[in-house]
């Protein structure tokens, strides 16, 4: 136990280098919320985010729930949370405004002073004031205009909860920024360590996945004989779907479905579309997705038209909806086994290593004889895993809920396709949205039947409707009647 002398060296000492002393257990906050009592909006708008956030289990600092409300406890509260939620309002220029406020700008200053992140937010019906909220930012304040503002709507429950989502979001995003700022010089030393342990990291594990992925294969492709004709094409099917786990790696929870980063590495587009898709996703993280009529339990995302950037698109909603609906689960039709896409990769690299394995089965003394069929029988090899794959995901009973991505532009073949030969087919679900991507972005839901809905003001509503013959029917008409359109 510490001695009341080394406890008086130690606030000496304290002093000296201007540390303040850590704060005590039970001192620390999530969060803390500034806003005007000058506006009863503000106000009410500050006891709905403390009561959100607190039944999500964030400590939360607001004036009125402390034991002290003085100036001293405000500069603490400050200093001692993670961020602050500063609730802007207006009318801007008036004396009442936030940033008129003087014990406001207190907290913003102490705010900066501390590198505690701010997170300004604006009330629904303010959202479109932001810019004008700008001109009463003090000088000393303009750093302010360029992090993210968040508004809030708390007359609906839904996009309440959605908004607090993203002030959670964004609070980390300027968390994870501020760490990684320690200085200019410093910053760039980091960079340099950061880039060379990337590199010893990418040389280790270079060509792991894929050696891996070809011993898995090897075992599958034991006994298969290209030159046979009557090799059992299925039998070999069969044990590369057992021999990768699918149906069991399906529900897989240590699969990160929440990461962005996923949307360029299993779900990229075609090469010469990255840019494109990059500004199509852009466009559409801007629009609030709700979701109704749906089942409880998890979503399937079927896609088709990977040219026109719909597996992206895919993607992109099952992240959304796992990440902004906390008891629902999306999962993209591609990414639904981990250790399939985890080892083997795109499209091009499991036919390259398919390939690699036919070409060891034949021998060296057939190469040329086999040759000519290889680049035809890998081919067919993987169509068929992959349909197979479409299959167990189309029928599997723990997904009852179902979202069909299309592009605005449908293919002239897609009646070919697998979405309409196979998953419509073999889909067993209780409830359906088709979801129709403008290629300016936006959506269009349910454009198979009358009265389909477009995205107005950012938002949109994701309407499932019950899945049967009928159902399945009207789909494959309305893309029979628009292909090639």
């Keep these: 136990m510490p001695t009341q002398k080394n406890k008086k060296t130690k606030r000496k000492i304290n002093r000296k280098r201007k540390i303040k002393p850590p704060a005590r257990p039970g001192q620390r906050w999530h969060a803390m919320i500034s806003y005007t009592q000058r506006d009863p909006k503000s106000e009410t708008l500050a006891h709905a985010i403390y009561s959100g956030m607190t039944k999500r289990g964030k400590k939360v600092w607001l004036d009125v729930k402390m034991a002290k409300r003085d100036e001293a406890a405000m500069q603490n509260g400050v200093e001692h949370s993670d961020f602050i939620i500063a609730i802007v309002s207006g009318p801007p220029g008036d004396d009442s405004a936030y940033f008129k406020r003087p014990l406001c700008l207190k907290e913003l200053r102490w705010a900066k002073e501390n590198g505690t992140p701010v997170v300004p937010v604006v009330s629904a019906s303010d959202k479109d004031n932001i810019t004008e909220f700008f001109a009463d930012i003090p000088d000393d304040l303009q750093h302010l205009k360029r992090v993210n503002w968040e508004h809030i709507d708390r007359k609906d429950i839904d996009y309440f909860s959605l908004g607090l989502d993203k002030i959670l979001k964004t609070s980390a995003e300027a968390r994870a920024r501020a760490a990684s700022q320690p200085g200019r010089g410093r910053r760039k030393l980091n960079r340099k360590r950061k880039i060379n342990q990337n590199t010893k990291k990418n040389n280790k594990t270079k060509g792991k996945g894929k050696n891996k992925c070809i011993q898995v294969l090897m075992g599958s492709f034991k006994n298969y004989d290209l030159l046979d004709p009557k090799r059992n094409k299925q039998q070999l099917i069969n044990r590369i779907i057992n021999d990768f786990n699918t149906k069991g790696d399906i529900l897989n929870k240590k699969y990160n479905y929440k990461s962005k980063g996923i949307l360029y590495k299993y779900c990229a587009p075609p090469k010469d579309s990255i840019e494109n898709g990059k500004k199509l996703i852009a466009k559409l993280d801007k629009i609030d997705i709700e979701l109704s009529n749906h089942d409880k339990g998890m979503f399937r995302i079927l896609w088709t038209g990977w040219i026109q950037l719909s597996q992206l698109v895919a993607c992109f909603i099952a992240n959304y909806i796992s990440n902004h609906y906390v008891n629902s689960r999306a999962i993209e039709q591609t990414n639904f086994t981990k250790k399939w896409t985890g080892l083997c990769g795109t499209w091009e690299s499991e036919r390259k290593m398919i390939k690699e394995i036919l070409k060891k089965n034949i021998g060296a003394k057939n190469s040329n004889r086999g040759q000519n069929i290889i680049d035809s029988e890998a081919g067919i090899i993987l169509k068929n895993i992959w349909d197979r794959y479409s299959i167990l995901?189309?029928?599997?009973?723990?997904?009852?809920?179902?979202?069909?991505i299309i592009p605005e532009n449908i293919d002239k073949?897609?009646?070919?396709?697998?979405?309409?030969?196979?998953?419509?087919?073999?889909?067993?679900?209780?409830?359906?949205?088709?979801?129709?991507?403008?290629n300016i972005g936006g959506y269009i839901i349910n454009p198979h039947l009358r009265g389909n809905q477009t995205d107005i003001d950012g938002k949109v509503t994701f309407e499932f409707k019950t899945w049967n013959a009928g159902a399945k029917r009207s789909i494959i008409n309305f893309?029979?009647?628009n292909k090639g359109k």
């Design 393 to 404: 995901f189309s029928r599997h009973n723990k997904l009852p809920n179902t979202v069909i």
């Design 413 to 438: 073949n897609i009646l070919n396709k697998t979405l309409v030969k196979i998953e419509l087919n073999n889909l067993n679900t209780s409830k359906v949205c088709v979801v129709m991507f403008k």
């Design 479 to 481: 893309l029979k009647k």
